[in-house]
């Protein structure tokens, strides 16, 4: 039925003038809200996301926080910007969406104490395991890890703390098997057994002079020249 | 005014305040609709600077080019797919790449021949992580990698792309191996797969000619 069918005219006057005040409130609304999320044209500036989706369903998207591209199934395959905890961060995903390559600043204390953020490049393998590992350490020296699949370290190329450069290879047991390294005098080579024992050394002594020994398990000196 | 006419007018009202009050609620949906998000764009967006410069973000990523058009920073998918970070020199031309291909991590340096000079990668059969570096033809002439038995290595190659001398260990101890240009191995010196430790110089047929200890 209809509602103009109402017999009594003050009624339906009282009526008309609460729709008009309705009517009034839902433009104001409307007119508020559209300033409230209203886009500037020239200034390019906006507080929403942007996104833009191909046919495909891959997807990128612009926030604040920087872009994140999406493949067709959904996954995050890449991300520039600043990620959840505040590091500016680039990550490389693989198609199942797990974190394969990631480029970041970490936050940390150097060893003088100060706060500082180190870069860092870690490659992972598809268990998410550290692999591979180039970054600044805490003296903000480069240096470059190499993981096995337990993410123990096998091999390494750094600054010791005294400076000097230095290649390290690692057990299994992530115990020193060889170091290549040098000081200002003369380089050396040593080599460790399973014990952690000395077995083979090459080049320049503390004293200077520059040889090459041999040792027995026992820490022995069995051969040795000059 | 007679009572018929007024309650006419009072009729005519009521219906244009309710067109109204549709037209406004339609409008209102319409404002809420939008306003949650920018809708998704199919097409690129893309912001230009006054010098020619310009970011365009597609559902693929983000690319910047320079003022001559170049591309010069990719962020995003590449042309196979591959989550790829992309810098370009001033000529176009990628220097230096991070990405995932195939699903392997991979960080390369090109020269500006576009030759790959230096990478740093995870072996797709074993996902180990190797750092190599390479001439400008290509050829690889040092490596420090975890090879395919999980020993650690620094490897030194020559022009040929042979190995001249490489640096390994397994758990027992390690050693060094120095070869010539035939590949014929000249010195070692370390631990000996028996055990033993020391050291021996070979003569081009590959027979000791000294060892230590006897």
Not at chain 1, 88 to 110: C, E, F, H, I, T
Not at chain 2, 64 to 69: G, Q, Y
Request: hydrophobic share 40%.
């Amino acid at each position: 039925m209809e509602r103009s069918s109402d017999p009594d005219p003050a009624v339906r006057v009282a009526r008309l003038e609460a729709s008009r005040l309705l009517s009034r409130a839902v433009v104001a609304g409307v007119a508020i809200l559209a300033f409230a999320t209203a886009q500037t044209s020239s200034g390019g500036s906006t507080s929403a996301p942007i996104v833009v989706r191909d046919a495909s369903g891959a997807s990128a998207t612009l926030t604040a926080q920087g872009v994140t591209v999406r493949d067709a199934a959904g996954n995050r395959r890449m991300f520039a910007g600043v990620d959840s905890d505040g590091f500016p961060s680039v990550d490389l995903s693989d198609a199942k969406g797990q974190l394969r390559q990631s480029m970041y600043l970490l936050p940390g204390l150097a060893d003088n104490g100060s706060k500082v953020e180190f870069p860092i490049l870690r490659q992972f393998d598809a268990n998410g395991k550290r692999r591979a590992e180039m970054r600044l350490d805490v003296a903000q020296d480069g240096e470059l890890l190499l993981n096995d699949a337990s993410e123990t370290i096998r091999a390494a190329l750094f600054r010791t703390k005294g400076g000097d450069p230095q290649l390290g290879l690692y057990g299994t047991d992530a115990k020193l098997r060889a170091f290549f390294s040098t000081d200002d005098d003369s380089p050396y080579l040593v080599m460790r057994d399973r014990g952690g024992t000395n077995r083979v050394y090459a080049g320049g002594y503390t004293d200077g002079s520059i040889g090459m020994a041999i040792r027995n398990a026992a820490n022995v000196v069995v051969w040795k020249a000059p | 005014m007679s009572e018929e006419a007024l309650v006419a007018r009072i009729a005519r009202l009521e219906r244009a305040a309710r067109r109204e009050r549709i037209v406004a609620l339609g409008v209102l949906m319409l404002v809420l609709g939008s306003a949650q998000a920018p809708a998704p764009s199919s097409g690129p967006v893309i912001v230009r600077a006054a010098s020619g410069a310009s970011a365009t973000l597609t559902a693929q990523g983000l690319v910047v080019r320079d003022a001559s058009n170049r591309v010069r920073a990719l962020v995003g998918l590449d042309s196979n797919g591959y989550p790829s970070v992309d810098l370009s020199d001033a000529t176009g031309r990628i220097r230096e790449s991070m990405d995932l291909i195939q699903d392997l991590p991979v960080l390369r340096q090109f020269d500006a021949a576009g030759k790959r000079r230096a990478e740093m990668f995870l072996a797709s059969d074993t996902s180990n992580g190797e750092f190599v570096i390479k001439d400008a033809s290509e050829t690889l002439r040092a490596a420090l990698f975890i090879g395919t038995k999980g020993l650690p290595e620094l490897s030194l190659y020559g022009s040929d792309g042979k190995a001249r001398a490489y640096l390994s260990s397994d758990d027992d101890g390690p050693y060094l191996v120095m070869n010539d240009r035939t590949a014929t191995t000249r010195v070692v010196m370390g631990t000996y797969t028996g055990g033993k430790v020391g050291i021996d110089i070979r003569n081009a047929a590959g027979t000791a000619v000294w060892s230590q200890p006897p």
